[in-house]
């Protein structure tokens, strides 16, 4: 039991749900009509692979640093294996679009942003993510870019960008903040970047919604969603007070702003007419606090 624990925390499965928001946001917008949630099933195993790929390489590629930060982690308490790590990743990056290329051959595209999502990935486990700012934007892009894989597999390249781009870039700058939040941990933290991390990630909630009021055919329910989000940060306010962060560490800003990412693409959804994609959206966001408990986050 313990293994397999440790298994779920290497590619931290409790956070998984997230990535299924952001697909049910792009087959809303691509669709924009209800009875869409089909095309959510070859999806899923393709985006969960990217994000269990990308988990074990951040492991494996951290495995060092976390040995003095976080030795509790799976490959550095000695739980798992880092070379069982690496071969999570490879499976996971490399498998993501060979299997979309077998379910989605003719899916407008998914194999190749399969593809691009995986390179992308690959690529933030290079140098480039100790760069406070590229690392953040790549993040950013793999998100957004795995709101668009919904819409791609239902409208093809062109239509899926036409009817998600926009959405999409909300979802990237809002992981783009929470980034610049989570960049400044380990280090002596520089609040300024902290704050400018929280001014993007409820700037992209309130682009989202009025993005969302243009299409929504329940406007009501798109600005409820975007409010009770921005009402459930309200402590990342806490930033600005004199002395921030205090005895709070970064950490925890972090965690409450990537906690409250599912109600971006579920406000999307319901903005698209699609309201069961909407609460699928919102019931990912649930299920993510309720595994939480389960397989705690390292």
Request: aromatic letters at 6%; proline letters at 7%.
């Amino acid at each position: 039991m313990q293994r397999l624990l440790a298994h779920c925390q290497l590619l931290r499965l409790s956070l998984a749900p997230t990535v299924v928001a952001d697909l049910a946001a792009g087959v809303a917008l691509a669709t924009a009509a209800p009875g869409a949630w089909p095309h959510l099933l070859p999806l899923v195993p393709i985006s969960l692979l990217l994000f269990c790929g990308g988990m074990a390489l951040n492991a494996y590629v951290d495995r060092a640093e976390d040995a003095v930060t976080r030795p509790l982690r799976p490959l550095p308490s000695g739980a798992i294996p880092p070379g069982r790590a690496l071969a999570c990743a490879v499976v996971g990056l490399a498998g993501a679009p060979l299997l979309a290329a077998l379910l989605l051959p003719f899916a407008g595209g998914v194999p190749a942003l399969a593809a691009a999502l995986a390179a992308t990935i690959a690529a933030y486990h290079t140098p480039l993510r100790r760069n406070g700012l590229l690392g953040p934007l790549l993040l950013g892009a793999v998100r957004g870019g795995n709101l668009l894989l919904g819409a791609v597999a239902v409208a093809g390249f062109a239509g899926g960008f036409a009817a998600a781009l926009r959405f999409a870039g909300c979802h990237a700058l809002y992981v783009v903040g929470a980034s610049l939040v989570a960049h400044e941990e380990d280090r002596a933290p520089r609040i300024g970047r902290a704050r400018l991390g929280v001014v993007l990630a409820l700037a992209a909630v309130a682009v989202n919604a009025l993005f969302g009021l243009e299409l929504a055919t329940g406007s009501s329910i798109v600005a409820a969603v975007a409010l009770w989000q921005l009402f459930s940060l309200r402590n990342a306010l806490l930033l600005f007070r004199a002395g921030a962060p205090g005895g709070l560490p970064l950490s925890a800003f972090a965690a409450l702003l990537l906690s409250r990412l599912p109600l971006l693409p579920a406000a999307a959804a319901f903005a698209a007419g699609a309201g069961e994609l909407g609460l699928l959206a919102i019931a990912m966001w649930w299920l993510v606090f309720g595994l939480v408990r389960i397989i705690p986050p390292t």
